[in-house]
T-cell receptor, first 115, second 117 residues
Framework: AQSVTQLGSHVSVSEGALVLLRCNYS??????LFWYVQYPNQGLQLLLKYTSAATLVKGINGFEAEFKKSETSFHLTKPSAHMSDAAEYFCAVNRVTNTGNQFYFGTGTSLTVIP | GAVVSQHPSRVICKSGTSVKIECRSL??????MFWYRQFPKQSLMLMATSNEGSKATYEQGVEKDKFLINHASLTLSTLTVTSAHPEDSSFYICSAKSYPGLADEQFFGPGTRLTVL
């Protein structure tokens, strides 16, 4: 079965510092992986997705993620944190089910940016 | 493009009443819509998947008679919480896909905060 694990439910960084949010997947076949961001009391917004075209994926707001098959990882990074990056981040994998396909979400990582 | 709306954004109701939440894809036709429930500080829990014109498929443990889902058109799905109780209080989020492929993302609505008194 395909699933994702997010290490670290809370991450704090200083403004201007590197952001690294971890996501590992388990899958017997190359997965389709997504990172979403959720601001308080809002829905989810797509940051980026991996669909096997390129291992380094660039997303919105300066975020990027690298698919590493050898490490079964898809970590999200941003070189310099901004106060507006404070939010909840979810890694997700799209998996096949008997009704089509559906997302399986990680448990989320709450990012705090310290001024 | 790819905007999903939800209405209402928040609702407060008395225990025992029913509440309907609408999910609309505003600028695309959704082949599939999903309903999620999210508890505070937790991840999204998929409740059901619905395809236009067919019955919704509910996840294990979700009461289909309590959470009625109707996907009457390619742009509208509704979730009705019947005989709501305080334990049904939660953040409900819908999402929609315009294409059925594994590489295609879901577009999420802004969510509906339900509070049952």
């Amino acid at each position: 079965a395909q699933s994702v694990t997010q290490l670290g439910s809370h991450v704090s960084v200083s403004e201007g510092a590197l952001v690294l949010l971890r996501c590992n997947y388990s899958s017997s076949v190359p997965p389709y992986l997504f990172w979403y961001v959720q601001y308080p009391n809002q829905g989810l917004q797509l940051l980026l997705k991996y669909t096997s075209a390129a291992t380094l994926v660039k997303g919105i707001n300066g975020f990027e993620a690298e698919f590493k098959k050898s490490e079964t990882s898809f970590h999200l990074t941003k070189p310099s944190a901004h106060m507006s990056d404070a939010a909840e981040y979810f890694c997700a994998v799209n998996r096949v089910t008997n009704t089509g396909n559906q997302f399986y979400f990680g448990t989320g990582t709450s990012l705090t940016v310290i001024p | 493009g790819a905007v999903v709306s939800q209405h209402p954004s928040r609702v407060i109701c008395k225990s025992g009443t029913s509440v309907k939440i609408e999910c609309r894809s505003l600028d695309f036709q959704a082949t599939t819509m999903f309903w999620y429930r999210q508890f505070p500080k937790q991840s999204l829990m998929l409740m059901a998947t619905s395809n236009e014109g067919s019955k919704a498929t509910y996840e294990q443990g979700v009461e289909k008679d309590k959470f009625l889902i109707n996907h009457a058109s390619l742009t509208l799905s509704t979730l009705t919480v019947t005989s709501a109780h305080p334990e049904d209080s939660s953040f409900y989020i819908c999402s929609a896909k315009s294409y059925p492929g594994l590489a295609d993302e879901q577009f999420f609505g802004p969510g509906t905060r339900l509070t049952v008194l």
